[in-house]
């Protein structure tokens, strides 16, 4: 079993629609990343959490340390969203990171 | 101020040569993780370096890989004898500092290894 899930697998969206996609961990964490991979296969660091709450623009990321769980939220989707957006926690036993496998994200105009 | 860069961003070795990856992280980190992306799966933890240390290399196969971070020049990950199963993007981040909560990693663009 992953020590990272994350759900859905695969979105498609209409443009404007408000998107979630959720993370689930199994470990013991001292951070949890949100990452962009693009197309091209760039990756970006989107947010670093370890409790609370972040905002960037039309992003929110969430975490509840409690039930090991994070959502990242997009607003207001548009087309350049098109990514995949991938769970990343680190370990806090050690240096370890886990990844999700991502979930794939598909905005239509 | 650059961010991570690797090089080559594509590379293409035959089998049972060796492969030479370069990762020269953003200037002012000392610290540089090392990550593999096989097709159509996730990303996989390697190896995590401090300058002229290797702190955790857990996620490292145990043979023909290996990985430095010398006090000049960039961070090399070398596999030796590559076999095809090798052919994947290998991703390189830096941070400034090591394993404190506060510190976010920056992503090069990869490396995209192609054993034929």
């Known amino acids: 079993k992953n020590e990272v899930e994350q759900s859905p697998q695969n979105l498609t969206a209409q443009e404007g629609e408000f998107i979630t996609i959720n993370c689930s961990y199994s470990?013991?964490?001292?951070?949890l990343h949100w990452l962009q991979q693009h197309p091209g296969g760039g990756i970006v660091s989107l947010f670093m959490?370890?409790?609370g709450k972040k905002k960037h623009g039309r992003l929110i990321a969430t975490i509840n340390i409690q039930e090991k769980h994070s959502s990242l939220h997009i607003t207001a989707s548009h087309p350049r969203d098109s990514a995949v957006y991938i769970c990343?926690?680190?370990?806090?036993?050690?240096?370890?990171?886990?990844f999700g496998t991502g979930t794939s994200l598909t905005v239509i105009p | 101020n650059a961010g991570v860069m690797q090089n080559p961003r594509h590379l293409v070795r035959r089998r049972g040569q060796e492969a030479r990856l370069r990762c020269s992280p953003m200037k002012g980190h000392s610290h540089v993780y090392w990550y593999r992306q096989l097709p159509e799966e996730g990303l996989k933890f390697m190896v995590y370096l401090q300058k002229e240390n290797i702190i955790d290399e857990s996620g490292m196969p145990k043979e023909r890989f290996s990985a430095e971070f010398p006090k000049e020049g960039p961070s090399i990950l070398r596999i030796q004898q590559v076999v095809r199963g090798d052919s994947a993007a290998y991703f390189c981040?830096?941070?400034?500092?090591?394993?404190?909560?506060?510190?976010?990693?920056?992503f090069g663009p990869g490396t995209r290894l192609t054993v034929t």
């Open positions: 981040a830096s941070s400034p500092q090591g394993a404190g909560v506060a510190y976010e990693q920056y």
């Open positions: 990343a926690v680190r370990s806090n036993t050690g240096n370890q990171f886990y």
């Open positions: 470990v013991g964490i001292s951070a």
């Open positions: 959490l370890s409790s």
